[in-house]
């Protein structure tokens, strides 16, 4: 990868622009498959956003199945074709659950997330005689210290077998509703690195919790799917995500894990001591100014990820290296300026590209992804937002 390549691939475009190198997803992609050890990769949405590159990882050997983020994303994409999705988290949206009954195509195709009683009376509400997909989100937080140390996303209620076992019951007496998955997502494991840049005191922190978290987690999943499978016929167990795969795939109770951000392997992906992989997405933003010397001004810039605020959410200057933010005004809303001794060899009308901090929110920013392959632009396609859809 060089910073001349991507100038000579896209010579013809003005910038801002965002492209994704074909040879490095596809890389991603395989290496996410050897890690998975022959285990399905559901395909988590949300850290892509873009049909055509959904569409080109399902076709890869070890991809099945979309990990969607909203009911009416799910809706679309079956409507374009796309089969089995898990919207991997609850919806209150009446009018999306209205237009799920109402369709027989996407009650077969479409499976939506519950954790409480609230959940499954949303959902009955709406079926009107339709036989909705359910699947039971867990809770894998990791608790320590009695209780005074947790660790984890919070996002379910419920955490033990006994929990799951009950809601799993309530389920069967609902005619309208049919039990089909369990998912645990562990983002204590899967979503934080365990090598921090400048921090080895913060890294051995990081796989204590890590390995213990496992260690616990991996025996409560067993028993909540053996709880479940008592009282339900599951087609699916889903788990883990890019930071955690080889780790997931090694419970036997566990028949699937869900992946997506290794494959544009964006900033925060680079600390994990498990695996590497390749940049594939980036944005390129033009030089607009030259304020003093060792500054160059690039317009826009301020796509800060999601998340607990800090600098680690802020892009990555990544082509030329050398650059860095001015800390009094980082990255900005119209325009950022950018401090370095490559600053000085930077004329206006270049280019300086960055790599987003999380995946998919980058294509939140771009119409559209132009597809690099070697020295040249072989086309481009529409993200979500390109296609007039904003989910959330």
């Known amino acids: 990868m060089s910073r001349e390549r991507y100038d000579r691939a896209t010579a013809g475009l003005d910038a801002p622009f965002a492209i994704v190198d074909l040879a490095a997803f596809d890389a991603n992609a395989a290496d996410l498959a050897r890690r998975a050890k022959g285990k399905p990769i559901r395909v988590a949405s949300k850290s892509v956003r873009c049909r055509h590159l959904l569409e080109r990882v399902l076709a890869m050997d070890g991809f099945a199945g979309i990990m969607a983020f909203t009911l009416p994303e799910a809706l679309w994409l079956v409507s374009e074709g796309f089969r089995d999705v898990l919207v991997a988290y609850p919806t209150a949206d009446r009018s999306a659950l209205a237009a799920?009954?109402?369709d027989p195509r996407a009650t077969t195709e479409i499976t939506l997330m519950?954790?409480?009683?609230?959940?499954?009376d949303l959902i009955e509400d709406a079926a009107r005689g339709s036989e909705i997909r359910v699947c039971l989100d867990i809770d894998t937080g990791?608790?320590?210290?009695?209780g005074r140390l947790r660790i984890g996303a919070r996002r379910s209620p419920v955490r033990t077998p006994e929990d799951a076992a009950d809601l799993a019951a309530e389920i069967g007496k609902r005619p309208s509703l049919r039990l089909v998955g369990i998912m645990a997502y562990e983002a204590q494991i899967a979503g934080v690195g365990d090598r921090p840049p400048g921090s080895p005191a913060q890294a051995r922190v990081i796989r204590w919790m890590q390995r213990e978290s496992w260690r616990e987690l991996a025996v409560r999943r067993a028993r909540i799917v053996r709880a479940v499978r008592a009282v339900a016929?599951?087609?699916?167990?889903?788990?883990?995500?890019?930071?955690?795969?080889e780790k997931t795939v090694r419970e036997k109770a566990v028949t699937e894990v869900a992946a997506g951000s290794g494959l544009f392997h964006p900033r925060l992906f680079d600390f994990y001591s498990g695996f590497s992989g390749t940049p594939a997405a980036l944005f390129a933003l033009p030089v607009v100014r030259r304020p003093a010397a060792g500054v160059v001004t690039v317009l826009g810039g301020g796509y800060v990820a999601s998340g607990e605020p800090g600098p680690s959410k802020l892009p990555q200057p990544y082509y030329p290296p050398g650059l860095s933010y001015d800390p009094r005004e980082a990255a900005g809303e119209v325009q950022t300026p950018l401090l370095g001794r490559e600053a000085d060899v930077l004329s206006v009308g270049d280019r300086v590209y960055f790599r987003h901090a999380k995946a998919g929110?980058?294509?939140e920013r771009f119409a559209g992804l132009h597809l690099v392959e070697g020295?040249?632009?072989?086309g481009e396609v529409p993200t979500y937002r390109g296609e007039g859809k904003t989910f959330l």
């Open 361 to 363: 929110e980058l294509c």
């Open 233 to 245: 016929d599951l087609e699916f167990v889903n788990g883990g995500g890019t930071g955690s795969v």
């Open 114 to 120: 519950v954790d409480s009683l609230e959940h499954l």
């Open 142 to 146: 990791f608790i320590a210290f009695g």
């Open 375 to 378: 020295d040249r632009v072989v």
């Open 100 to 102: 799920l009954a109402a």
